[in-house]
Protein backbone atom coordinates (compact mmCIF):
# COMPACT_ATOMS: atom_id res chain seq x y z
CA UNK A 1 0.00 0.00 0.00
CA UNK A 2 1.32 3.30 -0.77
CA UNK A 3 1.69 6.19 1.42
CA UNK A 4 -0.90 8.35 0.82
CA UNK A 5 -3.99 8.91 3.10
CA UNK A 6 -4.99 5.75 4.22
CA UNK A 7 -9.11 5.14 3.22
CA UNK A 8 -12.21 3.35 3.63
CA UNK A 9 -11.98 1.72 0.56
CA UNK A 10 -8.10 0.81 2.07
CA UNK A 11 -9.76 -0.41 5.46
CA UNK A 12 -12.36 -2.75 3.94
CA UNK A 13 -9.77 -4.43 1.38
CA UNK A 14 -7.18 -4.98 4.14
CA UNK A 15 -10.17 -6.45 6.64
CA UNK A 16 -11.85 -8.38 3.90
CA UNK A 17 -14.93 -6.79 4.22
CA UNK A 18 -17.48 -4.21 2.73
CA UNK A 19 -17.05 -0.45 2.72
CA UNK A 20 -20.26 -0.27 4.35
CA UNK A 21 -18.85 -2.36 6.86
CA UNK A 22 -16.13 -0.29 7.55
CA UNK A 23 -18.10 2.78 8.10
CA UNK A 24 -21.07 0.90 10.18
CA UNK A 25 -18.00 0.24 12.94
CA UNK A 26 -16.83 3.40 12.31
CA UNK A 27 -20.33 5.03 14.07
CA UNK A 28 -20.04 2.24 16.53
CA UNK A 29 -23.43 0.64 14.78
CA UNK A 30 -24.99 -2.40 16.88
CA UNK A 31 -25.33 -4.30 13.32
CA UNK A 32 -21.72 -4.84 13.01
CA UNK A 33 -21.16 -8.17 15.37
CA UNK A 34 -17.78 -8.12 17.74
CA UNK A 35 -15.48 -10.21 15.72
CA UNK A 36 -15.67 -8.11 12.70
CA UNK A 37 -15.86 -4.92 14.79
CA UNK A 38 -12.43 -6.08 16.29
CA UNK A 39 -10.88 -7.28 13.24
CA UNK A 40 -11.71 -3.66 11.46
CA UNK A 41 -10.73 -1.53 14.82
CA UNK A 42 -7.27 -4.25 14.32
CA UNK A 43 -6.93 -3.07 10.61
CA UNK A 44 -7.55 0.49 11.08
CA UNK A 45 -4.96 0.32 13.98
CA UNK A 46 -2.38 -1.02 11.96
CA UNK A 47 -2.76 1.36 8.94
CA UNK A 48 -2.63 4.80 11.20
CA UNK A 49 -6.50 5.52 9.95
CA UNK A 50 -7.84 8.78 11.86
CA UNK A 51 -11.62 9.00 11.75
CA UNK A 52 -12.34 12.81 10.93
CA UNK A 53 -15.62 12.89 12.81
CA UNK A 54 -15.81 16.92 12.15
CA UNK A 55 -15.54 15.98 8.33
CA UNK A 56 -18.23 13.10 8.54
CA UNK A 57 -20.54 15.09 10.50
CA UNK A 58 -20.26 17.85 7.90
CA UNK A 59 -21.15 15.16 5.28
CA UNK A 60 -24.26 14.35 7.51
CA UNK A 61 -26.91 16.85 7.55
CA UNK A 62 -28.77 16.03 10.17
CA UNK A 63 -25.76 13.97 12.32
CA UNK A 64 -24.88 15.29 16.32
CA UNK A 65 -21.64 15.28 17.32
CA UNK A 66 -20.74 12.31 19.19
CA UNK A 67 -19.21 14.46 22.07
CA UNK A 68 -20.28 15.05 25.58
CA UNK A 69 -19.08 18.78 27.53
CA UNK A 70 -18.13 18.45 31.02
CA UNK A 71 -17.60 21.35 33.07
CA UNK A 72 -16.87 21.70 36.48
CA UNK A 73 -16.16 24.50 39.48
CA UNK A 74 -13.22 23.09 40.91
CA UNK A 75 -11.07 20.59 38.74
CA UNK A 76 -8.11 20.62 41.75
CA UNK A 77 -10.32 18.77 44.23
CA UNK A 78 -10.37 14.93 43.18
CA UNK A 79 -13.80 14.21 43.76
CA UNK A 80 -14.68 15.67 40.17
CA UNK A 81 -11.37 13.84 38.92
CA UNK A 82 -13.48 10.66 39.48
CA UNK A 83 -16.99 12.00 38.91
CA UNK A 84 -14.86 12.67 34.69
CA UNK A 85 -13.99 8.88 35.09
CA UNK A 86 -17.37 7.79 35.57
CA UNK A 87 -18.85 10.22 32.94
CA UNK A 88 -15.91 8.79 30.94
CA UNK A 89 -17.23 4.96 31.46
CA UNK A 90 -20.60 5.49 30.13
CA UNK A 91 -20.38 7.73 27.26
CA UNK A 92 -16.79 5.86 26.11
CA UNK A 93 -18.92 3.12 25.70
CA UNK A 94 -22.01 4.85 23.16
CA UNK A 95 -19.18 6.12 21.09
CA UNK A 96 -18.94 9.73 22.59
CA UNK A 97 -15.74 11.24 24.02
CA UNK A 98 -15.64 14.21 26.45
CA UNK A 99 -14.18 17.23 26.57
CA UNK A 100 -13.73 18.81 30.25
CA UNK A 101 -13.10 21.70 31.24
CA UNK A 102 -12.84 23.84 34.88
CA UNK A 103 -13.88 27.11 35.76
CA UNK A 104 -12.41 27.81 39.01
CA UNK A 105 -15.36 29.18 40.04
CA UNK A 106 -15.68 32.08 37.77
CA UNK A 107 -19.05 32.69 35.87
CA UNK A 108 -17.04 34.69 32.68
CA UNK A 109 -14.70 31.83 32.64
CA UNK A 110 -18.15 28.92 32.91
CA UNK A 111 -19.67 31.31 30.10
CA UNK A 112 -16.23 30.98 27.52
CA UNK A 113 -16.03 27.15 27.96
CA UNK A 114 -19.12 26.47 26.86
CA UNK A 115 -20.23 28.91 24.44
CA UNK A 116 -16.64 27.12 22.84
CA UNK A 117 -17.83 23.84 23.60
CA UNK A 118 -21.52 25.08 21.50
CA UNK A 119 -19.21 25.81 18.54
CA UNK A 120 -17.56 22.70 18.78
CA UNK A 121 -21.04 21.03 18.50
CA UNK A 122 -21.17 19.21 21.75
CA UNK A 123 -24.40 16.97 21.71
CA UNK A 124 -24.89 17.27 25.89
CA UNK A 125 -23.46 19.34 28.91
CA UNK A 126 -22.94 17.78 32.11
CA UNK A 127 -22.29 20.86 34.30
CA UNK A 128 -21.22 21.81 38.02
CA UNK A 129 -22.11 25.24 38.03
CA UNK A 130 -19.62 27.95 39.29
CA UNK A 131 -20.68 29.83 42.18
CA UNK A 132 -23.43 32.94 41.69
CA UNK A 133 -25.00 30.84 38.48
CA UNK A 134 -28.00 31.49 38.11
CA UNK A 135 -31.16 29.72 36.37
CA UNK A 136 -30.75 32.93 33.50
CA UNK A 137 -27.06 31.65 32.80
CA UNK A 138 -28.73 28.53 31.28
CA UNK A 139 -31.54 29.63 29.41
CA UNK A 140 -29.11 30.07 25.82
CA UNK A 141 -29.11 25.79 26.44
CA UNK A 142 -32.63 25.54 27.35
CA UNK A 143 -33.61 27.72 23.97
CA UNK A 144 -31.15 25.99 21.89
CA UNK A 145 -32.21 22.54 23.00
CA UNK A 146 -28.86 21.22 24.36
CA UNK A 147 -29.38 18.50 27.20
CA UNK A 148 -27.99 19.81 30.31
CA UNK A 149 -27.50 17.46 33.38
CA UNK A 150 -26.56 19.25 36.22
CA UNK A 151 -24.19 17.59 39.16
CA UNK A 152 -23.44 18.96 42.63
CA UNK A 153 -24.94 21.93 42.58
CA UNK A 154 -28.74 22.39 41.32
CA UNK A 155 -30.28 25.57 40.32
CA UNK A 156 -33.75 26.69 41.25
CA UNK A 157 -35.83 27.52 37.83
CA UNK A 158 -33.08 26.43 35.58
CA UNK A 159 -35.87 24.17 33.48
CA UNK A 160 -32.82 21.29 33.11
CA UNK A 161 -31.82 17.69 34.95
CA UNK A 162 -30.00 17.70 38.16
CA UNK A 163 -28.29 14.99 40.19
CA UNK A 164 -27.30 15.82 43.50
CA UNK A 165 -26.52 14.07 46.81
CA UNK A 166 -28.59 13.90 50.23
CA UNK A 167 -26.78 16.81 51.46
CA UNK A 168 -29.16 16.90 54.33
CA UNK A 169 -29.16 13.11 55.17
CA UNK A 170 -25.23 13.01 54.90
CA UNK A 171 -24.15 15.53 57.95
CA UNK A 172 -26.96 14.69 59.99
CA UNK A 173 -25.90 11.20 60.24
CA UNK A 174 -22.01 12.48 60.79
CA UNK A 175 -23.51 14.46 63.76
CA UNK A 176 -25.69 11.49 65.19
CA UNK A 177 -22.44 9.21 64.96
CA UNK A 178 -19.97 12.07 66.54
CA UNK A 179 -22.53 12.85 69.07
CA UNK A 180 -22.82 8.82 69.82
CA UNK A 181 -19.56 8.79 70.28
CA UNK A 182 -19.53 11.35 73.38
CA UNK A 183 -18.63 15.18 71.58
CA UNK A 184 -21.01 17.74 71.74
CA UNK A 185 -18.75 20.53 70.94
CA UNK A 186 -18.71 19.56 67.16
CA UNK A 187 -17.96 21.98 64.42
CA UNK A 188 -19.06 22.58 60.94
CA UNK A 189 -16.25 23.53 59.10
CA UNK A 190 -15.88 24.50 55.12
CA UNK A 191 -17.56 25.39 52.45
CA UNK A 192 -18.87 28.74 50.74
CA UNK A 193 -22.14 30.10 52.73
CA UNK A 194 -23.41 31.23 49.44
CA UNK A 195 -23.96 27.80 47.72
CA UNK A 196 -27.17 25.53 47.79
CA UNK A 197 -24.47 22.24 48.96
CA UNK A 198 -23.49 24.68 52.04
CA UNK A 199 -27.38 25.52 52.82
CA UNK A 200 -27.89 21.75 52.64
CA UNK A 201 -25.34 20.13 54.29
CA UNK A 202 -25.34 22.76 57.38
CA UNK A 203 -29.20 22.49 57.87
CA UNK A 204 -28.27 18.44 58.40
CA UNK A 205 -26.23 19.37 60.71
CA UNK A 206 -28.01 22.08 62.69
CA UNK A 207 -31.43 19.41 63.13
CA UNK A 208 -28.82 16.78 64.20
CA UNK A 209 -27.08 19.33 66.83
CA UNK A 210 -30.73 19.88 67.93
CA UNK A 211 -31.93 16.28 67.92
CA UNK A 212 -28.70 14.92 69.79
CA UNK A 213 -29.52 17.35 72.75
CA UNK A 214 -25.70 19.33 72.07
CA UNK A 215 -27.48 22.40 70.78
CA UNK A 216 -27.14 24.46 67.53
CA UNK A 217 -24.46 26.88 68.28
CA UNK A 218 -23.74 29.57 65.67
CA UNK A 219 -20.38 29.82 66.59
CA UNK A 220 -19.17 26.50 65.73
CA UNK A 221 -20.18 26.71 61.78
CA UNK A 222 -16.30 27.82 60.52
CA UNK A 223 -16.22 28.45 56.39
CA UNK A 224 -13.72 28.45 54.06
CA UNK A 225 -12.70 27.90 51.03
CA UNK A 226 -13.77 24.17 50.30
CA UNK A 227 -10.51 23.29 50.08
CA UNK A 228 -7.17 21.81 52.39
CA UNK A 229 -5.97 25.28 52.21
CA UNK A 230 -9.91 26.03 53.55
CA UNK A 231 -9.64 23.33 55.57
CA UNK A 232 -6.12 24.65 57.74
CA UNK A 233 -7.41 27.65 57.74
CA UNK A 234 -10.76 27.16 58.98
CA UNK A 235 -9.16 24.88 61.74
CA UNK A 236 -7.12 27.61 63.25
CA UNK A 237 -10.15 29.79 63.99
CA UNK A 238 -12.10 26.86 65.45
CA UNK A 239 -9.03 26.20 67.96
CA UNK A 240 -9.01 29.80 68.81
CA UNK A 241 -12.12 30.00 70.72
CA UNK A 242 -12.20 30.27 73.80
CA UNK A 243 -13.97 26.33 73.82
CA UNK A 244 -12.56 24.44 70.93
CA UNK A 245 -14.57 21.72 69.79
CA UNK A 246 -13.24 18.45 69.57
CA UNK A 247 -14.64 17.40 66.96
CA UNK A 248 -15.47 18.35 63.08
CA UNK A 249 -17.78 17.39 60.12
CA UNK A 250 -16.30 19.13 57.65
CA UNK A 251 -17.89 20.16 54.14
CA UNK A 252 -15.96 17.83 51.98
CA UNK A 253 -12.76 15.54 52.26
CA UNK A 254 -10.43 17.94 50.91
CA UNK A 255 -11.33 20.40 54.09
CA UNK A 256 -10.70 17.50 55.83
CA UNK A 257 -7.71 16.56 54.62
CA UNK A 258 -6.78 20.12 55.55
CA UNK A 259 -8.17 19.91 59.18
CA UNK A 260 -6.17 17.03 59.87
CA UNK A 261 -3.04 18.97 58.52
CA UNK A 262 -3.72 21.65 61.19
CA UNK A 263 -4.30 19.64 63.88
CA UNK A 264 -0.89 17.81 63.35
CA UNK A 265 0.55 21.04 63.40
CA UNK A 266 -0.52 21.55 66.29
CA UNK A 267 0.94 18.66 67.72
CA UNK A 268 -3.13 16.79 68.26
CA UNK A 269 -3.30 13.71 66.93
CA UNK A 270 -6.86 13.36 64.25
CA UNK A 271 -8.51 10.26 65.42
CA UNK A 272 -7.45 9.86 68.91
CA UNK A 273 -7.31 13.83 70.00
CA UNK A 274 -9.77 14.83 67.80
CA UNK A 275 -12.63 13.65 65.30
CA UNK A 276 -13.10 14.42 62.22
CA UNK A 277 -15.47 13.08 59.25
CA UNK A 278 -15.57 14.52 55.61
CA UNK A 279 -17.82 14.16 52.97
CA UNK A 280 -17.32 12.44 49.26
CA UNK A 281 -15.23 9.74 49.77
CA UNK A 282 -12.66 10.59 47.69
CA UNK A 283 -10.13 7.71 46.94
CA UNK A 284 -7.60 9.17 49.01
CA UNK A 285 -9.91 8.97 52.26
CA UNK A 286 -9.43 5.28 52.53
CA UNK A 287 -5.68 5.19 52.45
CA UNK A 288 -4.72 8.61 54.41
CA UNK A 289 -3.26 8.18 57.62
CA UNK A 290 -5.75 8.32 59.78
CA UNK A 291 -8.32 6.94 57.22
CA UNK A 292 -11.15 8.75 57.15
CA UNK A 293 -14.50 8.57 58.39
CA UNK A 294 -16.48 10.53 56.06
CA UNK A 295 -19.84 10.45 54.19
CA UNK A 296 -19.41 8.68 50.78
CA UNK A 297 -21.59 9.89 47.81
CA UNK A 298 -19.78 7.23 44.90
CA UNK A 299 -18.63 10.38 42.78
CA UNK A 300 -17.56 8.01 40.14
CA UNK A 301 -21.25 6.12 40.57
CA UNK A 302 -22.59 10.03 39.81
CA UNK A 303 -20.48 10.98 36.62
CA UNK A 304 -21.94 7.34 35.62
CA UNK A 305 -25.36 8.16 36.58
CA UNK A 306 -25.04 12.00 35.26
CA UNK A 307 -23.91 10.16 31.76
CA UNK A 308 -26.81 8.01 31.51
CA UNK A 309 -29.29 11.11 32.10
CA UNK A 310 -27.73 13.04 29.33
CA UNK A 311 -27.44 10.08 27.20
CA UNK A 312 -31.15 9.03 27.65
CA UNK A 313 -31.92 12.78 26.53
CA UNK A 314 -29.46 13.13 23.71
CA UNK A 315 -31.02 10.16 22.18
CA UNK A 316 -34.92 10.97 22.51
CA UNK A 317 -34.32 14.20 20.42
CA UNK A 318 -35.66 16.36 22.47
CA UNK A 319 -34.28 17.40 26.13
CA UNK A 320 -36.87 16.80 28.94
CA UNK A 321 -35.51 17.99 32.61
CA UNK A 322 -35.41 14.99 35.67
CA UNK A 323 -34.26 15.63 39.10
CA UNK A 324 -32.63 13.26 41.06
CA UNK A 325 -31.39 12.68 45.04
CA UNK A 326 -28.51 10.48 45.19
CA UNK A 327 -28.55 8.30 48.17
CA UNK A 328 -25.38 8.75 50.90
CA UNK A 329 -23.83 6.60 53.63
CA UNK A 330 -21.80 7.24 56.50
CA UNK A 331 -18.77 5.40 56.00
CA UNK A 332 -16.50 4.67 59.58
CA UNK A 333 -12.75 4.46 59.64
CA UNK A 334 -9.89 5.91 62.25
CA UNK A 335 -10.34 9.88 62.31
CA UNK A 336 -13.54 10.04 64.12
CA UNK A 337 -12.09 7.54 66.44
CA UNK A 338 -14.36 4.95 66.50
CA UNK A 339 -13.61 1.39 65.68
CA UNK A 340 -12.63 0.36 62.13
CA UNK A 341 -14.39 -1.79 59.46
CA UNK A 342 -18.24 -0.97 60.78
CA UNK A 343 -20.88 -1.22 57.51
CA UNK A 344 -22.09 2.29 56.22
CA UNK A 345 -25.36 2.91 57.04
CA UNK A 346 -27.39 4.30 53.96
CA UNK A 347 -29.35 6.62 53.65
CA UNK A 348 -32.51 7.27 52.04
Do not use: W
Request: some cysteine.
Amino acid sequence: MGKGRVTVIDIAKAAGVSKSTVSLVLQASPLVNESTRTKVNAVMRELGYVYNRGAANLRQANARSKIIGIVVNDLTNSFFAELAVGVDTVVQSAGFVQFLSNTSESIDRQREVIASMREHGVSGLIISPARGTEAVDLKPLVMAGIPVVLVVRNIPGAKVSSLVSDNHAGTFAAVEHLAALGHSRIAFVGGFPDTAVFDERLGGYRDAMSKTGTGFQEELVVSSAPSRAGGVDALARAMAMPEPPTAAVCFNDAVAFGVCDGLRARRIEPGKDFAVVGFDDVIEAKTTVPALTTISVDPQGIGQRAAQMLLKQINAGKPEAESAVSSVRLIVRESCGAAMNKPGRRMA
